[in-house]
């Protein structure tokens, strides 16, 4: 199965853009990238996907590298309501045959 | 749409005791997933269905999980007997991807909350 790695944390302020890392050095050409939050007590929820170009809406930014082994989540003006987990996802798929691994995410706390 | 609804949200149960959680995923989605979640284990796939068949159960712990899907509109994850391992917050989600589009939203259920004392 590909596997995603993330930082287990970070830091950063209220209002400033936050970068969040994820490797997937093991992605298959036909696997999405997808990105979903968890707040506290909730079931994580879709924050933004792509394949293999950069992908805007409005939540956040995600640029795909060129090789597609690592991508970045991008929060443009983190705001307190923006803590959360951040998991980092493949989608593999194939005909009846899908998979939503999660990986560890990143606990993204914003500083006041 | 009210969601991937799951009952019950919270459940305390004693140990060696039978629990039944349950799933109605979002009309229309052909494929159904149970999650476990846990500080130690983070978010771990236990089962999927397609179409109401099982394709992959490999994420079950031991034999004392269960999970069916009887219809499209219903699915179970049973534990019997439970133990107090098992405390943990169940998530159920669903998505569809009859039309192919890779990029449909997984939409997630609140989660069961379970405790084994």
């Known amino acids: 199965d590909a596997k995603t790695t993330q930082p287990n944390s970070m830091e950063s302020n209220e209002e400033e853009p936050v970068h969040l890392p994820c490797n997937h050095s093991t992605i298959s050409g036909t696997d999405y990238i997808h990105w979903y939050r968890q707040l506290p007590s909730q079931g994580p929820e879709y924050v933004i996907h792509?394949?293999?170009s950069n992908v805007n809406n409005r939540m956040a930014s995600l640029a795909i590298a060129e090789d597609r082994k690592s991508s970045t989540l991008i929060l443009h003006r983190a705001t307190l309501r923006d803590a959360a987990v951040y998991y980092c996802?493949?989608?593999?798929?194939?005909?009846?045959?899908?998979?939503?691994?999660f990986g560890t995410g990143t606990r993204l706390t914003i500083i006041p | 749409d009210a969601g991937v609804i799951q009952s019950p949200r919270h459940e305390v149960t004693e140990m060696g005791q039978e629990v039944t959680l349950r799933c109605k995923p979002i009309?229309?989605?052909?494929?159904l997933f149970w999650y476990r979640q846990t500080m130690m284990r983070g978010l771990e796939l236990l089962i999927y269905?397609?179409?109401?068949?099982?394709?992959?159960d490999s994420g079950m712990p031991e034999d004392r999980f269960s999970a069916k899907m009887p219809n499209a509109s219903f699915s179970t994850l049973k534990i019997q007997p439970s133990e107090p391992r098992d405390s943990a917050v169940y998530f159920c989600a669903s998505i569809t991807a009859t039309d192919r589009d890779y990029g449909n939203t997984i939409y997630f259920g609140e989660g069961s909350w379970l405790t084994v004392v």
């Open positions: 996802i493949l989608r593999e798929t194939g005909f009846g045959n899908e998979k939503l691994t």
């Open positions: 792509g394949l293999t």
């Open positions: 269905f397609n179409n109401n068949v099982p394709i992959d």
């Open positions: 009309s229309g989605h052909d494929y």
